[in-house]
């Protein structure tokens, strides 16, 4: 069994003992993502709006550097500070995929994120 590590300078560098994704017989998982700039490692914030694209673009990013993409993924586990922001994450989240074929998903509310921001998403896609 082996496992290919995966990182991109295209998307934000990990922040301890995980990397951005790992390839194992044809499955990426990739670890959750928050709004960090991928040059700058500065928190995109503003409005939810525009954390919720800085998110799913630093997804696609490694999706790209393992040979996948956005219509391959599986499945989305989505985590929010504050589920009032629900609709408004989806309408941003719905641009990224077509409904028809859009992945299965888990969207759940929590305490706290990392750097207190307001989503984090992560990801399982064939390759």
């Not at 990397?19 to 194992?24: E, K, R, S, V």
């Not at 990224?96 to 969207?107: G, Q, S, V, W």
Request: overall charge negative; hydrophobic content about 45%.
């Amino acid at each position: 069994m082996s496992k290919k590590i995966i990182n991109t300078p295209n998307a934000p560098a990990p922040v301890g003992a995980y990397n951005q994704a790992i390839l194992h017989n044809g499955v990426l998982y990739v670890s959750g993502q928050i709004a960090l700039h991928p040059t700058s490692g500065e928190l995109v914030t503003g409005d939810i709006e525009t954390e919720t694209k800085q998110v799913l673009d630093n997804l696609g990013a490694i999706l790209e550097a393992a040979g996948s993409s956005y219509a391959n993924i599986l499945k989305c586990s989505v985590f929010v500070s504050d589920m009032e922001n629900f609709g408004r994450i989806n309408t941003v989240y719905a641009t990224y995929f077509d409904e028809d074929t859009a992945p299965a998903r888990a969207l759940v509310e929590v305490a706290n994120l990392p750097k207190y921001v307001n989503v984090e998403i992560s990801c399982i896609a064939a390759v």
